[in-house]
């Protein structure tokens, strides 16, 4: 008996933002899915529109289990886990320890299948790039819809991600802000009936696109 996937669905428990105040709640689970599915398009724009060279099913399947290991670490809120080199080294190793723990619950024939996607040092760097970039643009889509609610205590973490996702640099980023982020303002009804043609690109937008 393995107690790996039991153990690895209590990431719908894991809160994440901890330390702010949230007007829309988020759990690992559900970012999980929504990372994926950024990284996805990300990894396909990038093959399709700027010539690379891919396996999107691969950086997929990687973003699903990006953030397993917070199963047992819980979520470590950005301002900590940055705050200095030191306490940065050390959660990495901690993040590291509990990866493999996990792969250890796995019966051992299929340890080195999940190896490959669930230990982080064993991605290809630029699938870990494009998962990366993928978690930035999903903190930013949170930023932005709880600005939109008139929560200013996401207004800093805004300004900082904004300028993680000019320094990236990554075309691929630019194009899913580009064509994918300015809908996600509209409601409902909106979409439905498709009156966002003309929705306002944010100011990160609009820089990044300024720099494209």
């Not at 990866?99 to 299948?113: F, H, I, S, T, Y």
Request: charged residues 25%; negative net charge.
């Amino acid at each position: 008996m393995s107690h790996f996937f039991a153990y690895i669905s209590k990431i719908r428990w894991i809160i994440r933002w901890g330390l702010k105040r949230n007007a829309i709640a988020e759990n690992v689970m559900e970012h999980s899915w929504e990372v994926s599915t950024i990284a996805h398009a990300l990894a396909v724009i990038r093959n399709r529109v700027y010539g690379g060279n891919v396996d999107a099913h691969a950086v997929v399947t990687a973003a699903l289990y990006h953030d397993c290991s917070e199963v047992i670490t819980g979520d470590m809120p950005s301002p900590i886990k940055y705050h200095s080199p030191a306490i940065q080294h050390a959660y990495k190793a901690i993040e590291h320890e509990a990866e493999q723990e996990l792969v250890g619950l796995l019966p051992e024939a299929l340890r080195e299948d999940f190896a490959r996607v669930m230990l982080e040092h064993r991605l290809p760097a630029e699938h870990r790039q494009l998962i990366k970039a993928a978690d930035t643009l999903s903190a930013y889509l949170k930023c932005q819809a709880e600005l939109a609610t008139g929560n200013r205590e996401f207004s800093k973490a805004a300004e900082d991600i904004a300028e993680r996702l000019v320094a990236y640099a990554l075309p691929e980023v630019d194009y899913f802000l580009q064509v994918f982020a300015p809908s996600y303002q509209l409601t409902l009804d909106e979409l439905l009936n498709d009156e966002g043609k003309g929705c306002k690109l944010s100011d990160v937008e609009q820089a990044l696109m300024a720099e494209a």
